[in-house]
Structures are given as C-alpha cells and as structure tokens.
C-alpha cells in the first residue's frame, strides 16, 4: 500500500451469543461447523495482520480457543460491534502499533478472500475515514429491512462513497440497489474518534453503527463486490443457507 494506506492492519470479529433477529447465530452450525469458525478462519486466510474474536460469551470463547483462535472476553453492556472492538484493542494494542482497525461482523461466513483487502485499499485514499464492502442487492432484497441498502454516489467504477446506509428501500426511482456488506475497515485514528463518540440519533433510530460515523461527518467510502457471499441475519437465512450447502438443520 501507498504511504497513506494502512501497513499494519489488525481484524477483530465482534460476537455475542444474544442476537435479536437468531439468537445464539454466532455458533450456528452451518457445514458441521460453527458459523464463528467460518469467519474466523476466513479472516486467518486473508493473511492481513492478526485475528481476534471479542466477545461476552464463554461458549463462544471456548469453540474459538479450541479452534487455536485468540479470543478477548468482553462486557456485554455494547450496543454494536466496534463498540464491542473498542474494548477489545485496549488489551489487543494498548500501544497503538496497528494502524488500521478491521471490524469483520459474524455473519457472513463465506465472505470472499479478496474482499477484506479490498476494503483496506480505499484506506489509501487520505480522505477517506472508514472503507467498506457493497454488493448489488438482489430483488427480494430491496424491501428486506435485513438487507441494508447503502445510498451513494459513484466516484470509480467499483467504488462508491456513501450518503447513508438505510433498511428501506432507497434510493427511489429506477437505478439500481446496493446491498451493504458488514466490513468496517478503520484509519486507527477514526476508530478511536467513532469509539469515543455517544451512540447518535440515526443509528438508534435504524439501528445500524456506521451511521454514528456518518453523522459526525466521517466519510466512508465502499468497495463494489460482484458477490459476498450469502449474510446470516434470521433463521430463514440459516435455513437457506445449509441448504445451498447441502447440509441439514440439526
């Protein structure tokens, strides 16, 4: 990467047994193995820096440890995930040595290899706060509040720079969608300024992190994927999941 672009990147997958829409969704099992280990060892693969998972849960903890993983145990009282990731770094890199913070959500287990690396390579850009990863949505997933749309305006032919992130339709009007996917690839210094941040209006109201970033006047930028991979966010998605798979509930 260039002088402006991060060199030593750090990963850190938040995860918590309550989800609200599939609860206990972290340990799943989608293959014969937990959906945890999946993005964890996805992570490992991409050979961007090291992997940690944080988390409130021990049963969490303990399939990660036994997989070889580096776990940090963490409060429950987080609201979202790179709160969660806030606590972690302070036992992860007290010192900062990281330059850039990569918040790898849990759920989409078969995320692309190239797909981390590319959110990292907008960090390259010094304008650029945050980087993360869309996709186009699908039809069905235009009126799913599970999908996140991600509004934007086009600045290369793979790379966007978002306005908002919502869970309804938008933009109006014909033209396509994108369907946001839960990579947040942070300067080391934005992280620290998104973490030391309250939780602002609009993320409770939709319930989605980045916009804290967004209404602080954090610029993300998001790199534009083919495919990502099928996201876990209910039981249906599970369900259709295992299927494609060919493994069954059990």
């Not at 990467?1 to 850190?12: D, E, K, L, Q």
């Not at 990579?183 to 409770?204: G, N, W």
Request: neutral net charge; proline residues 8%.
């Amino acid at each position: 990467m260039t002088a402006a672009g991060p060199r030593a990147p750090i990963i850190v997958i938040p995860a918590r047994l309550g989800s609200t829409r599939l609860p206990g969704k972290a340990l799943a099992e989608i293959g014969g193995r937990p959906m945890i280990l999946h993005v964890w060892s996805r992570a490992v693969a991409a050979g961007l820096g090291p992997v940690a998972v944080a988390t409130d849960s021990e049963e969490i903890a303990g399939v990660v440890r036994a997989a070889g993983g580096d776990v940090v145990a963490t409060t429950a009282a987080h609201i979202c995930g790179s709160d969660r990731i806030g606590e972690a770094l302070r036992s992860l890199d007290p010192e900062g040595r990281h330059d850039a913070v990569v918040n790898l959500q849990g759920d989409t287990p078969f995320l692309p290899g190239e797909a981390l690396a590319a959110a990292l390579k907008l960090l390259e850009d010094p304008a650029v706060d945050i980087g993360t990863l869309a996709t186009p949505a699908q039809p069905e997933e235009a009126d799913d509040p599970n999908a996140v749309k991600l509004v934007a305006t086009r600045i290369a032919p793979k790379r966007l720079r978002a306005l908002y992130f919502t869970r309804a339709r938008a933009p109006w009007g014909e033209g396509p969608l994108y369907k946001h996917i839960g990579v947040y690839a942070y300067r080391r210094a934005s992280f620290e300024r998104y973490a030391s941040l309250p939780p602002s209006p609009l993320e409770l109201r939709e319930r989605l992190e980045q916009l804290r970033a967004m209404e602080a006047g954090m610029r993300i930028d998001a790199a534009v994927l083919d495919k990502a991979g099928p996201s876990v966010d209910t039981e249906r998605d599970l369900a259709a999941l295992r299927a494609a798979i060919g493994h069954a509930t059990p």
